[in-house]
């Protein structure tokens, strides 16, 4: 294969779903795997639609994830520039050109007008309601006006569209990589407007121009613009590019995790998980949506989880890195059913990586969610907690919820379980037990563990009538991991302190 140039064409109109990152790693994945070139362009063309800060989250969203891209909006690429509204001059002679050549006429039809031709292709059943290759012929437009009239309109200032003149009767073929070959007759596509009197093209005419000149090689795209990609085609014939039309791969939709529709917005806020990259707060309504990094996601896991939401590598391999995956990806094993998405699945990567990650790294992203809470701690000791938390957590910051007892003695004890196994022989036993403490040295996990035993042997209590206990003065709750351990990391000192503050303040 030729060395491939893809891009990803977002518009900067709000935060950037999943379904998009998705769309944007399959295109990077594709660009690397044959050493092609992965572009950025910022299509914001529909000025009405302008989100602010919305550019800034999406490149901030492609970084995170480690999609850089070879051009873009801040890159000096040979084909830009790569933000639409800023190559705005260039539309406008592509627009002529297919004026003059019969491809596209002016449209001056107003609103109430485009509405009446709709209500009454509605009430005659004789067609579409649409601007089409039928009802263009009773509309407003330089087909049906007079050219004096045209040019008259067009002097005057008039509003005025221009729209795609589709041909009748064509079958369009499209070979897709992933849907194979999608035929659709032109009849039933309608005059797509291309650009408008305020010199601003619009989506379609802006997008297959810049494909044509960035010499894009294949559109990898979602599923949304499949209706679409005949009129594309049709404009590539029209514009005579036939030759350097680009391949098709249209992505199937991520769905809701019961496979119901597409995933949104609101499914995340309804089951509690994100469905943005990044935390996103809307400029106008100071609305939060919550993001895979603030949940505590790596991104590693989240692109390994992304990676597998359509494509799948043909073995059971779950876990990928991403030079694995550009290695492996292909468009060919990207299906064409829709894709559903399951939360928990997400949190089981996130574990995953958790486990497997350097432990020096996760006791540092541990550190900062401490840092955070203002707690402190030797960093052998933050090692040893990491180490002994992890498997039991699915997101670092969990780990503080689940080791918080580490860093502070606890201040109540839990009355359930207090009720059901501490009685007033607990105690004695406890203080029985700090007598053998005091002798352990050193303070380590198993020499701890082997006290415990023998203590147990020596004294005759049995083991159910002293580990719990025990175990709430540690933790102040009747969980968390083996208590030699929690021993070992808290020290004797404060174990001992522990020990005798439960046994003061505990009373069934
Ligand atoms: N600007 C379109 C979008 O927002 C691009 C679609 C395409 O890739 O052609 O998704």
Redesign the pocket.
């Given at each position: 294969m030729t060395k491939p140039r893809v891009?990803?064409?977002?518009?900067p109109?709000g935060p950037l779903h999943m379904g998009?990152v998705r769309?944007a790693l399959y295109n990077y994945l594709f660009a690397k795997k044959h050493g092609g070139h992965f572009l950025l362009r910022i299509?914001d063309t529909d000025q009405n639609r302008y989100v602010p800060g919305a550019e800034q989250y999406i490149m901030d969203s492609l970084r995170w994830c480690g999609l850089q891209w070879d051009e873009g909006p801040d890159t000096d690429g040979p084909y830009g520039p790569y933000r639409q509204s800023e190559r705005k001059d260039m539309y406008r002679q592509y627009a002529m050109q297919l004026l003059e050549t019969g491809h596209a006429y002016y449209a001056f039809d107003t609103p109430e007008e485009l509405e009446e031709m709709r209500k009454r292709i509605e009430s005659e059943k004789t067609g579409n309601p649409q601007y089409d290759s039928r009802s263009r012929l009773s509309m407003k437009n330089s087909l049906t006006l007079s050219d004096a009239e045209v040019q008259q309109r067009l002097t005057a200032g008039s509003n005025y569209v221009v729209r795609f003149k589709t041909p009748e009767n064509e079958e369009v073929v499209l070979e897709d990589i992933i849907r194979g070959t999608v035929k659709v007759q032109s009849w039933q596509l309608d005059d797509k407007v291309l650009f408008k009197s305020d010199g601003m093209p619009t989506?379609h005419l802006a997008?297959v121009v810049d494909?044509y000149l960035m010499k894009i090689t294949h559109?990898?795209?979602?599923e949304?613009?499949l209706p679409?990609a005949p009129l594309?085609v049709l404009l590539y014939k029209s514009f005579g590019w036939e030759s350097s039309m680009p391949q098709f791969a249209h992505l199937p939709l991520l769905l809701k995790p019961d496979g119901n529709g597409k995933l949104s917005k609101r499914d995340g806020d309804r089951l509690g998980f994100p469905v943005f990259p990044l935390q996103w707060t809307d400029p106008y309504t100071g609305e939060k949506s919550s993001g895979y990094r603030e949940s505590g996601y790596f991104k590693e896991a989240f692109v390994n989880m992304i990676a597998l939401m359509g494509w799948n590598p043909g073995t059971d391999q779950e876990l990928f890195t991403i030079h694995e995956l550009m290695e492996l990806f292909s468009l060919e094993r990207v299906g064409k059913s829709g894709a559903k998405f399951d939360p928990e699945k997400a949190k089981w990567f996130n574990h995953q990586y958790l486990i497997s990650t350097p432990i020096e790294e996760v006791a540092k992203d541990f550190e900062k969610v401490l840092d955070g809470k203002g707690l402190k701690t030797e960093p052998e000791k933050l090692l040893k907690i990491t180490e002994l938390m992890r498997e039991r957590v699915n997101f670092v910051p969990e780990l503080l919820t689940q080791a918080g007892f580490f860093f502070e003695a606890p201040e109540n004890y839990d009355e359930n379980f207090a009720r059901k196994k501490w009685t007033p022989e607990t105690s004695v036993f406890l203080l029985r037990l700090v007598e053998k403490l005091n002798l352990i040295n050193p303070f380590y996990a198993e020499e701890i563990h082997d006290a415990l035993q023998q203590f147990i042997e020596t004294t005759g209590i049995p083991a159910g009538k002293l580990m719990p206990g025990l175990r709430l003065a540690l933790v102040g709750s009747g969980t968390g991991p083996e208590i030699s351990q929690i021993m070992a990391i808290l020290g004797k000192g404060e174990s001992i302190s522990r020990i005798k503050r439960a046994a003061e303040k505990i009373m069934v």
């Open positions: 891009r990803f064409a977002p518009s109109t998009g769309t299509e989506y997008n494909d559109v990898i795209r979602g949304e613009w679409s594309h």
